[in-house]
């Protein structure tokens, strides 16, 4: 292979991971809860100046620990506040280089064209693509465990002895630490705790991987100590709460998370798509006797990663973002695999999946697009024509396979589907974005809602306004305490924030509340209604209801 042919893969590679990474940075609104606290925390950051305890909504958040919040306000300083575009920078570029040590772990392993099949697999697989544009901890996790996990798996497999490369791999494990807390740890203790096992044959194996679990939890639990400390000092009070969020609570079950022990097969699994679908080939390929040390931690990293978390109480599918990678790297094994192999039952089977598979992608690109453009009014030219493009390179691939050029075919197939996310973000992404603005009802509200006039969330279904809104807003958790809210001494009138779905659950305080009084305006387009409350409200029992 040409040098200029291996420069021309890797560089095409990068070119796409950096559209997908940062195509529309800072055009979708921060719509999630999770987004919400870590974009407000970070602005109540900077703008307070206390960069060692974190706030939301003026109150001591230590659920989580602070780097994040470190990143995202020292990202925003030059421009006064936290924006979209701020928040979600450093997210974007945690994604990047994460899809960069996933090419150079698969250059590694197989070359300059797996490398950059490796990249562009995980690029474009849906969750990681989904996540990517998220703001959100997780991205940021994922990559800090990844690099660690690279520069250990190549002292493992002999690649290097650097100490450099050692004292990298530790750090990046205490910023993962000081990024998720002890989810960090679980990824390199169950790989190389499963390697150790399966080496108590080679106590050279066995040691290294001792040893790399003993320094990673030790560095990592140190990282986090002198800004626990900072956190004692000024608020003391806080310090039980601290240890109890980041360590008793992220050890244990997580009740309010709580799923069945298979939830990951059915949640995990299809975010994984569409490169799973290659795994099989990469496990033939790499079946014993033929798996080496080089592939072996990237097996465990995927299947112990899986097993641990799916044994954990608390579930959510991007906990298990960080073995994304691996299995990103074992589908680049199995297109390279299917490259090469005979003709066979596998292989067939193989082809026969990624040819229904495009199938799928060259009618639903165009007509999604068509779909989200006529229902919606959005500009059909641009979605259009990425979808033409989708449909070309399928029909390439289909070409290719069928005159049994399948590294070109490989090579159309992996564009295609960076295609389809492209049309994806040109259509369903302004539709989403539109249809549940949070900015723009925090723009209705600024308008309705006088700045001396209070304002109230119900069961915390708008907490992401608090980065639009720019202005205090109290939170309410339960009927009992809106009850108990609206019948004290509050200047009236005041609006309350609620979820659509809770009208109904308002509406059973009529009893109590003068009913002409109240204005609810509800929008279509929102998950939320605006009310307004001017009257006096009944001391009455409650059994009075109705």
Not at 200 to 216: G, Q, T, V, Y
Not at 227 to 239: D, E
């Amino acid at each position: 292979m040409r040098p200029t042919s291996r420069g021309f893969m890797l560089g095409l590679a990068v070119a796409v991971a950096c559209w997908l990474s940062f195509g529309g940075l800072g055009t979708r609104d921060v719509t999630r809860k999770a987004e919400s606290r870590l974009a407000e925390t970070s602005q109540e950051m900077l703008a307070s100046g206390d960069w060692v305890v974190p706030t939301f909504g003026g109150k001591i958040r230590l659920e989580k620990p602070p780097l994040m919040y470190w990143v995202i306000a020292a990202v925003s300083a030059p421009f006064g506040r936290v924006t979209e575009v701020t928040a979600m920078f450093p997210i974007a570029l945690s994604g990047l280089s994460l899809v960069l040590i996933t090419m150079a772990w698969g250059s590694q392993l197989g070359g300059p064209r797996l490398g950059a099949f490796a990249g562009l697999a995980l690029a474009t697989m849906a969750g990681f693509y989904i996540k990517g544009h998220h703001i959100e901890a997780e991205m940021t996790l994922a990559l800090f465990v990844s690099l660690a996990m690279w520069l250990w798996a190549r002292r493992w497999s002999g690649v290097s002895r650097s100490p450099v490369e050692l004292a990298l791999a530790l750090v990046s494990l205490a910023l993962a630490f000081l990024t998720k807390g002890p989810p960090a740890l679980v990824f390199p203790v169950v790989t190389f705790g499963s390697l150790a096992v399966l080496g108590w044959r080679k106590p050279d194996l066995r040691s290294r991987a001792n040893l790399w679990i003993a320094l990673a939890c030790a560095l990592s639990i140190a990282s986090i100590l002198p800004w626990a400390l900072a956190v004692a000092a000024l608020q003391p009070q806080a310090f039980g709460e601290w240890w109890e969020e980041i360590f008793r609570k992220r050890l244990s079950e997580d009740s309010s998370h709580g799923e069945p022990l298979l939830h990951y097969v059915t949640h995990l699994l299809p975010l994984l798509l569409p490169w799973l679908l290659l795994v099989p080939m990469a496990v033939r390929s790499l079946r014993p006797p033929r798996w080496s040390r080089d592939w072996a931690p990237v097996i465990a990293w995927a299947v112990m990663g899986f097993v641990a978390f799916s044994l954990f109480g608390g579930k959510r599918w991007y906990y298990l973002l960080p073995i994304f990678p691996p299995v990103a790297l074992l589908a680049a094994r199995g297109l390279d695999a299917w490259i090469e192999a005979p003709a066979g039952r596998l292989t067939r089977a193989t082809t026969g999946t990624i040819l229904v598979l495009s199938g799928v992608m060259a009618l639903g690109a165009p007509g999604f697009a068509l779909w989200s453009a006529l229902t919606f009014d959005l500009p059909l030219i641009a979605p259009l024509l990425w979808s033409l493009l989708t449909f070309a390179l399928v029909v390439v691939f289909m070409l290719l396979v069928r005159r049994a050029e399948r590294a070109r075919a490989a090579w159309a197939l992996l564009l295609a589907v960076s295609a389809l996310w492209v049309t994806y973000r040109l259509t369903v992404w302004p539709m989403e974005n539109r249809d549940k603005s949070t900015e723009a009802l925090a723009r209705v509200i600024r308008e309705t809602v006088g700045e001396e006039e209070p304002l109230w969330v119900f069961q915390t279904h708008a907490t992401e306004m608090r980065f639009y809104l720019g202005r205090p807003v109290s939170e309410l958790d339960s009927g009992a305490e809106l009850l108990s809210q609206l019948r004290a001494d509050a200047p009236r009138p005041l609006w309350l924030i609620i979820d659509s779905e809770d009208t109904e659950d308002l509406e059973g305080f009529a009893w109590s509340l003068a009913a002409e009084e109240i204005d609810g305006r509800p929008w279509e387009d929102f998950d939320f209604a605006l009310v307004q409350v001017t009257g006096s409200v009944s001391r009455e029992s409650s059994d009075h209801r109705g």
